[in-house]
């Protein structure tokens, strides 16, 4: 599995595996020294690579994605309660 990825001079990245009782493993992804101005800019990466994305519950969750094999879903955000960052959470199907 390959999410695309979001590059940028300035960014460090923390990256963690967590477990949840309903949703198994999967990844959270810290974008540290991003913007709110990178969430649209991750949005527009994703649209270009044929993802499908569901912005219903965006003002609570922020944007569901998934791939074109639908073997997975992104959630991202730009977390400004704790964070201060970009923030990806991958789940697989």
């Known amino acids: 599995m390959e999410i695309p990825k979001y ?16 949703l198994g493993n999967y990844v959270e992804i810290v974008i540290n020294g991003s913007t709110y101005d990178d969430e649209k800019a991750y949005y527009d990466i994703l649209k270009d690579n044929e993802f499908t994305i569901d912005d219903s519950k965006y003002d609570e969750y922020g944007y569901y994605v998934t791939n074109k094999e639908d073997t997975y879903v992104i959630n991202f955000f730009y977390d400004l309660n704790y964070y201060n960052a970009l923030v990806i959470y991958v789940f697989k199907k």
Do not use: Q
């Open 7 to 22: 590059e940028k001079d300035g960014f460090t990245y923390n990256g963690y595996e967590l477990t949840d009782d309903d």
